[in-house]
């Protein structure tokens, strides 16, 4: 089983859709947790922490379930350029490395 | 941009070859992450350096090795090339007080696409 896991996609949605992305982790000792963004051919940049709480940034919304070992990002009002492989990523506590998930391609059509 | 450089940016080599790709830290910053990037998967952790020592490594084999110079600059070896080698190579580096680990803090080079043929 991957450490970290998520659905491939790819997610076809149309300009202003509202698109939610899953992933689940089976390192339960995970510390803290992030979803990347990678454009196509490019390198993975920092999209936004993920906190139990829950936490926003303009149209992101992420959520982290520790219980369910189950991270979430929602997309709202969906634009061309969000268009791009999301990577769900895991630090495990003790150890000094980020653990990616195989990314969820999302691509937003006119 | 995040500042961290990386070079060669393309390499075609031959199997059972060996190389060496360049990672120059951005400004400060005195950890560097080595990951491998193959089609279609997630980067996966190679090693980290820190002060000039490594600092951690993931599931690789020996054949890969690696540097970090006085400058915080590194290098990452590979010797024996395979085939499986072939992969975009993503250096990360992190500013002193992060332990390096703080996905937050690790800012990522535009990467070294390397082809075993």
């Known amino acids: 089983r991957k450490e970290v896991e998520q659905d491939p996609g790819p997610f076809n949605v149309p300009e202003g859709a509202t698109v939610a992305f899953n992933c689940t982790y089976s390192?339960?000792?995970?510390?803290?947790f992030f979803w990347y963004r990678q454009d196509c051919r490019k390198e993975p940049k920092l999209l936004m922490s993920?906190?139990?709480s829950g936490n926003e940034d303009g149209r992101f919304t992420a959520q982290l379930n520790r219980a369910s070992q189950y991270i979430s990002l929602l997309i709202r009002d969906s634009k061309l350029s969000d268009s791009a492989t999301y990577l769900c990523?895991?630090?495990?506590?003790?150890?000094?490395?980020?653990?990616f998930g195989a990314g969820t391609r999302l691509a937003v059509h006119p | 941009e995040t500042g961290v450089t990386q070079s060669p940016t393309h390499l075609i080599k031959t199997r059972g070859q060996q190389v060496t790709l360049r990672c120059s830290s951005q400004?400060?910053?005195?950890?560097v992450s080595w990951y491998q990037q193959a089609l279609g998967q997630g980067p996966q952790f190679i090693f980290q350096?820190?002060?000039?020592?490594?600092?951690g490594r993931g599931n690789f084999p020996p054949r890969f090795s690696g540097l970090q110079f006085p400058n915080y600059s590194s290098e990452l070896n590979v010797n024996a090339l395979e085939l499986d080698d072939s992969a975009l190579y993503l250096c990360?580096?992190?500013?002193?007080?992060?332990?390096?680990?703080?996905?937050?803090?690790?800012?990522f080079g535009p990467g070294t696409r390397l082809l075993v043929l």
């Open positions: 990360a580096s992190s500013p002193p007080g992060t332990s390096g680990g703080l996905g937050k803090t690790q800012y």
């Open positions: 390192n339960s000792a995970s510390q803290s």
């Open positions: 993920v906190y139990s």
């Open positions: 990523v895991v630090k495990p506590r003790g150890y000094n490395k980020l653990i």
């Open positions: 400004s400060g910053h005195n950890t």
């Open positions: 350096y820190y002060r000039e020592e490594e600092n």
